[in-house]
């Protein structure tokens, strides 16, 4: 049984996520901002965890992050605002990484998307364009810090049904994956030693998801 904390947890992966672990036997934390979906996120299986980690700075987060054996970061401020974007998905994220190296919390899996970093490609007047410059912050950071990381890299997400197979790598690139099946793929990540120090971009495809990631 791992101790588990998802930051973002009543995001649709979250949700799902928050469901396999438990129901594999991993104890789940699960933090989110609006107190209003306690019972929604209890119903996963999860330990509700209201906090807002915009407001919440290195120390506090550290302090949540305790305890851990890994923290999955799914959280996003859903774009259209520019600053609270840089706010959550590049500055709240940076934050929690720092945490988790000084919690001790070695495992970091982070939910980014195909295509993400500082060759992005997106232009300025691009609405996309503050995301994509925000995950690449985040990302390059998780990189460069002592964790046992790793970065998924969904395409389009659909609200389809987890088929349990994906394609991995450039090829895939033109595809969509499911948010169900981008939970599996979480979850068989921290499972999965193989998956640590390396970056998984992927959408549905016709392989096992285990399979798939193994490296």
Known sequence: MARILIIGGHGK????LSRILTERGDEVTSVFRNPDHSEEVHMTGARPLVADIEQLDT?????LLA???AVVFSAGAGGGNPERTYAVDRDAAIRVIDAAGQAQVP???MVSYFGAGPDHGVPKENSFFHYAEAKAAADTHLRA????????????????????RIAVGPDAAKGQVSREDVALVAAACLAD??????????NNGDVPIN?????
């Open 211 to 215: 399979e798939a990631i193994h490296g």
């Open 13 to 16: 992966v979250a949700m799902h």
């Open 193 to 202: 030693d193989s998956t640590v120090g390396r970056t998984i971009e992927f």
């Open 145 to 164: 810090s002592d964790l046992q990381w790793t970065i998924l890299g969904p395409g389009g997400l659909t609200l389809e049904p987890a088929t349990g």
């Open 59 to 63: 120390d506090a987060l550290a302090q």
């Open 107 to 109: 495992r970091f899996v």
């Open 67 to 69: 305890g851990h054996d």
